[in-house]
């Protein structure tokens, strides 16, 4: 059973639209997020996220009138299967740095006092204070700066040039910016699990190109004399078959991620699912492309060199 | 299981021992040597796992995260100034008590800084008596600069500093280790963390009573005994005293009335005559009312220093503050020995506690939370079965395509897939790491690679059948081909989970873990378990071809 038949599709010459495609969607998308819609977990933001497990079917609305007493804007949600009787409850004022689990206390006493019929069985909490929360965005962000400058640096070095890391690189950091963007579009919020899902992206994605700079490096042993856009496209061509069965297997798994790994995963499910779908275009259209114009430049210039 | 089967390495020297008997009986010769060891690995393996979750009492070689089993996860914040303070007041105490030994006169002496201290106004004929007794007391930890009309700063150097700042934390950790045994957590976890060294993790299994797990971890329980100087039933009629201002050796402190709602305020001379650190024991009694209250021994010196002092101030009120509050301040009747009482309005409940936390120690600083994550555990179930439903809908998922598309070298796949699973697995069970939500979504992900290197070495045999290699040709030139392919994918996936490891966080770094071990893993069991499979069946016959 086979996919394609010796599949010959001009990835290289129809790079450019999808480039241009790329640059409007990650323009539209960071526009998106500069103007405030990426929403952050507690983990990020600090503050208090409860998980309450009511005894009977909890009533949305007599929970919002209690807890809102004390707590103004807090959001108010069911959470998980409706069955298991859980509400997500989010409190907006910011965790004392000297009494962190003051706003949590108040809301478990508002609603043991105003929905005191349902009592709580059992609670979940998160509390972050606002000094954690300012450092984990940092090292967030400086993780996953280093990490990929770090596989760019190997990329360089076993491929004998910096433009394939350069390349490699780029790519997934147009991934990890269009899944913020999708993040932000969805209003899902940023939390660990997420990071987590970004960083492993980075990681796919650098895979993933990696898999193609290989068989051109391999196809680059003996066929020195033609162009590197055609050798680069062969590449491709010749491992899309892989392309497609790994990386829909892999986007399968994650899709049960995302539709049966419940609350908790639902977040890193989504990212997953539109990282590899990212990652895999981004492969084809941007790194590869990139390393091609690249060589193309430098063999004009070859080309003028000689001819003067 | 008999009893001999119990210890696993007899265990598995065992089952070492059948395979390689079987292999002998039906393999060919040049791969007796390399089947002998896979397997010896993999059931080492299947050895380390079992078994996998708690029956008949034995509980499970794979240990559950916080977030699968319910718990509390806390981050602290040691407020190290405290302690950087007490030491300075300890070395204000000594400098008085020095100066005054050696008959010297001098103004104040006071705290200026959290790190250092100041003395005023020494008579001008002692100036250079009173500078060499701070040299020489203060030598080495402390910096002594004269300030100009015989005053002098005394600072501590940057390096004890840092020491003062080590120890508290190092403190403060085994202060809670003995709270948190007190409690009887199993298998806690108490560590510093954080770049700058003052935070401390505490991660408590299986605790449901959060609010109490809290307030044994948060009492400061500093206990002292000090004399009263006066006590009055507002703040201003104190101050009027002492002419408005608390006086240099005294402090304000107030407590609960003998009416409801209606506080004591008592000014305490601010040296105690004996502190937390001088109890030898601490237990729940009951007083004449029946009432619960905590009886505490004093150790030997302690005893000794207190019988002088409550002899020497009889018919005075001391006073009993614990973490800031006066508890009571009973009118000393008579000279005092080594076992006495805390009475109050205590429930048994809060005794016992107060009292196990009085045995334990006291914080050498305040704490403070920085972070704080609890987990029901009916939320721990469900997130169990989410994860285990994803991960089978996954791998169910997986193996019936490889099957279809690859027929019998799938089945390769599958086995090399279940392999891969099984290290990873025993690799946690091994070095006691535990398996956290984002863990299981971690397997998958390895899974996931795993399939890849299957897809590349299987899609790389086609293309050379397609051109017209032989099948064991085919075969060798595929997985020779895509090693370097392996090689490379791996050290970078291996790089991004070395950054996620740099987390330090729980749920993270129980990703970064499982994938570190799955990439490792999958090199072993996709690329040499698979091609060991190959080889084994496609033997020395001339195969015409290939199910692939």
């Known amino acids: ?308 | 299981m008999p009893p001999a089967l119990q210890n696993p390495v007899t265990l598995w020297l065992l089952l070492t021992a059948a395979l390689a008997g079987l292999v002998f009986a039906f393999m060919r010769p040049e791969l007796r040597w390399k089947a002998i060891g896979y397997g010896a690995f993999l059931l080492a393996c299947v050895v380390a796992i079992w078994p996998p979750y708690e029956r008949d009492g034995v509980p499970g070689r794979i240990k559950l995260g916080l977030d699968l089993r319910g718990g509390i996860h806390l981050v602290l914040q040691v407020v190290v100034e405290d302690a950087l303070n007490a030491t300075v007041d300890d070395a204000v105490t000594t400098a008085r008590d020095q100066a005054g030994r050696k008959g010297i006169q001098v103004g104040a002496v006071q705290r200026v800084s959290p790190k250092s201290f100041s003395v005023q106004g020494t008579e001008p004929a002692r100036v250079k008596d009173m500078r060499d007794l701070l040299r020489d007391f203060f030598r080495g930890s402390w910096e002594v600069r004269d300030a100009g009309e015989g005053g002098f700063t005394v600072e501590m150097t940057d390096l004890y500093e840092r020491q003062v700042k080590e120890q508290t934390v190092q403190e403060a950790i085994r202060t809670l280790e003995r709270r948190v045994n007190a409690l009887g957590v199993a298998e806690p976890v108490i560590a510093a963390q954080g770049s700058r060294g003052d935070q401390i993790l505490v991660q408590l299994p299986g605790v449901t009573d959060v609010e109490q797990a809290k307030r044994v971890i948060k009492t400061t329980a500093q206990l002292s005994l000090r004399l009263v100087e006066n006590t009055a039933a507002t703040e201003d009629t104190l101050l009027q005293g002492v002419g408005g201002k608390v006086p240099d050796n005294m402090e304000l402190f107030s407590g609960p009335g003998d009416t409801a709602g209606e506080p004591v305020y008592y000014l305490l001379r601010r040296e105690a005559l004996i502190t937390g650190r001088d109890l030898k024991s601490a237990r729940v009694g009951v007083d004449e009312n029946n009432q619960p209250q905590i009886n505490f021994a004093l150790n030997a010196t302690a005893t000794d220093k207190f019988a002088r002092e409550t002899g020497r101030n009889i018919g005075r009120q001391l006073a009993i503050l614990l973490d800031g509050t006066v508890y009571s301040a009973p009118v000393i009747q008579s000279k005092l020995g080594s076992d006495n009482r805390i009475t109050g309005r205590f429930t048994t409940a809060e005794a016992d506690e107060l009292s196990k936390i009085l045995k334990a120690g006291a914080l050498p600083a305040t704490l403070r939370y920085l972070q704080e994550l609890t987990v029901g555990a009916s939320l721990g179930r469900d997130s169990i079965r989410d994860g285990v439903r994803a991960s089978i809908a996954a791998m169910a998922f997986i193996t019936i395509f490889m099957l279809v598309y690859y027929r019998f070298s799938g089945l390769n796949a599958v086995v090399a897939l279940a392999a891969n699973l099984l290290i990873v697995l025993a690799a946690l069970a091994y070095t006691n790491a535990t398996l956290t939500l984002p863990g299981i979504a971690g397997i998958i992900l390895t899974v996931g690679v795993g399939v890849d290197t299957n897809v590349l070495v299987f899609e790389r045999i086609r293309e050379e059948l397609r051109n017209g290699k032989t099948v064991r040709a085919a075969v060798q030139n595929g997985f020779e081909r895509v090693w370097i392919t392996i090689l490379d994918t791996h050290a970078t996936a291996l790089i991004a989970a070395a950054f996620l490891f740099q987390f330090g966080t729980g749920p993270i770094k129980g990703f970064a873990v499982t994938l570190v071990i799955g990439l490792v893993a999958n090199v072993f069991a996709s690329y040499f378990v698979s091609k060991f499979i190959f080889e084994w069946v496609l033997g020395k016959r001339h195969v015409e071809s290939l199910s692939i």
């Open chain 1, 1 to 308: 059973m086979e996919i394609i038949k010796n599949p010959n599709i001009d990835f290289i010459g129809k790079a450019k639209y999808f480039a241009s495609l790329s640059v409007l969607v990650l323009a539209a998308g960071l526009f998106w997020i500069a103007s405030g819609h990426l929403r952050s977990g507690v983990e990020f933001s600090g503050g208090t996220q409860l998980i309450l497990s009511f005894k009977g079917a909890p009533e949305v609305d007599k929970i919002r009138d209690a807890v809102t007493r004390v707590s103004p804007g807090a959001v108010i949600q069911t959470y998980g299967d409706p069955k298991a009787n859980k509400v997500l409850v989010r409190i907006s004022q910011e965790a004392p740095e000297t009494d962190l689990d003051a706003p949590a206390r108040a809301v478990r006493q508002a609603l043991a006092d105003g929905y005191g019929q349902n009592p709580i069985l059992e609670s979940s909490s998160e509390i972050v204070g606002p000094i954690v929360g300012a450092e984990l965005r940092q090292k967030a962000i400086l993780l996953t700066v280093l990490g990929l400058l770090f596989q760019l640096v190997y990329i360089a070095w076993r491929f004998r040039g910096g433009v394939w890391g350069a390349g490699a690189a780029i790519a997934a950091l147009h991934d990890v910016l269009f899944c913020l963007a999708f993040l932000a579009f969805f209003r899902f919020e940023i939390t660990l699990n997420v990071i987590a899902a970004l960083l492993t992206l980075v990681g796919y994605s650098v895979n993933d190109t990696i898999v193609i700079f290989d068989r051109a490096r391999e196809n680059m042993l003996h066929r020195r004399k033609e162009p590197m856009a055609k050798l680069l496209n062969d590449s491709l061509n010749q491992t899309l078959t892989r392309t497609i069965i790994s990386n829909g297997t892999t986007f399968l798994a994650v899709l049960g991620l995302f539709l049966f790994g419940g609350e908790v995963l639902r977040g890193f499910g989504f990212t997953m699912v539109v990282g590899i779908l990212v990652g895999t275009y981004s492969t084809l259209f941007i790194a590869v492309p990139l390393v091609s114009w690249w060589y193309a430049r430098q063999e004009r210039a070859g080309a003028s060199a000689k001819a003067a």
